[in-house]
Structure formats: C-alpha cells, structure tokens
C-alpha cells in the first residue's frame, strides 16, 4: 500500500523532534521518533503523519524519505530538497532545526501524536529507540530474513501496525479486532483516494 509522501509534514515532524533536543538531534534517534509517531497516528486516527515508506533493518523500522531529508540526499526531488532545506540543516550523524516549526502544516492530531512520542520516548538514544523498536509486531516478524546474510532491509506495510504488541510493550491500549478492521478499512479508502488522483 503507497501513499504519496507527505514531505513537508515529515520536514516538520523531523523539525519538532530536532527543537525538542536542544536545536540538533541524532539523525537516527529522529527517525525512530517519526516512525512512533506515525504509528501513533495510524492507530489512532487511520492515516500515518507522513505517508512515508517502511524498510525494516537491522536498527528497526526507517521511514526512507524521512531519511533522505534528513541527509539532505541526492534522492530528493527538487520541491522537497527547498522546502527542507529552509528547516533541516545536516551535520555528520545529525540535523539541526534552522527555523521554527511551521506548526500550519501539520494538523492538531499530527501534533498530539509527536508531544506524546516525545515524552514517552524522548529521553533514550537511538540505539535504545532501535531496541524498542524491536520488540514491536510490524519489525518483528523480519527479524529472521533481517539475519539473513542475504538480506539487510524488507518491505514493511502499514497493516501491520495495526497488530498489537505483546502487553506491557505499547505506551498505547492495544486494539480490539474491530477496531484494527475499521482502521484498515480507513487505510485501504486513503489508498484508493490518492489512487485516483495520481
């Protein structure tokens, strides 16, 4: 299922996380910080905050684009390289905010769901956000192909965020079976929406 990559919700998701830390924050603390909150979001409401991909690797879940953005990459289209770059300034392992968060692009759940993220999981590193990430259902079930010699990075699908985490994992309650039903559906609509118009 491919949404069309919200990039500049994900320019100021990253723009949150990196004002929340003091101005500059790990590259790859931040984008496990997105992917929570996307989860969040899709769990919550039915839509992810940044419509990104998923590749699950080594040190968990990676929103690509997010990552892209983040290293100011060569992959960037030019809309996106000049929006971000008013906002994200790389620097070796990290990014710094260059301006304020431009609060109009993103929606009052899109906020809700990146202050709980970061007070729930703002105070770890990356390395212990990428164990967290672990022990969630949707990375999980790659572990295997991911030890793999062959295989450094797999597909993730957003339904699969919708399985609940084994109890005591997810700050979140977990889902009911109808609830996870009524959030695919919101899902596979979205899909079909964005379909149509592309």
């Known amino acids: 299922m491919n949404l069309t990559f919200a990039h500049r919700k994900a320019t100021q998701a990253l723009n949150y996380f990196a004002?929340?830390?003091?101005?500059?924050?790990?590259?790859?603390?931040?984008?496990?910080?997105?992917?929570?909150?996307?989860?969040?979001?899709?769990?919550?409401?039915?839509?992810?905050?940044?419509?990104?991909?998923?590749?699950?690797?080594?040190?968990?879940?990676?929103?690509?684009?997010?990552?892209?953005?983040?290293?100011?990459?060569?992959?960037?289209?030019?809309?996106e390289r000049t929006y971000s770059e008013r906002f994200l300034a790389p620097s070796g392992h990290e990014y710094e905010s260059k301006a304020a968060v431009d609060s109009v692009e993103l929606s009052e759940t899109d906020l809700e769901a990146l202050v709980f993220?970061?007070?729930?999981?703002?105070?770890?590193?990356?390395?212990?956000?990428?164990?967290?990430?672990?022990?969630?259902?949707?990375?999980?079930?790659?572990?295997d192909r991911l030890a793999s010699?062959?295989?450094?990075?797999?597909?993730?699908?957003?339904?699969?965020?919708?399985?609940?985490?084994?109890?005591?994992?997810d700050p979140l309650p977990p889902l009911s079976l109808e609830q996870q039903g009524d959030l695919r559906e919101q899902l596979e609509e979205l899909h079909s929406i964005e379909s149509i118009w592309r």
């Open 149 to 169: 010699p062959y295989e450094s990075r797999v597909s993730m699908h957003y339904p699969d965020f919708l399985e609940n985490a084994p109890l005591g994992v």
């Open 19 to 79: 004002c929340q830390d003091s101005g500059r924050i790990n590259k790859m603390k931040a984008l496990k910080l997105v992917y929570f909150a996307d989860r969040y979001h899709l769990r919550t409401y039915g839509r992810p905050i940044t419509n990104d991909r998923y590749i699950a690797m080594k040190y968990g879940p990676v929103a690509s684009s997010c990552k892209d953005l983040a290293e100011m990459s060569e992959f960037l289209g030019a809309e």
């Open 117 to 143: 993220v970061w007070r729930e999981y703002g105070s770890k590193d990356g390395f212990e956000l990428a164990d967290e990430t672990h022990k969630f259902p949707e990375w999980n079930r790659h572990e």
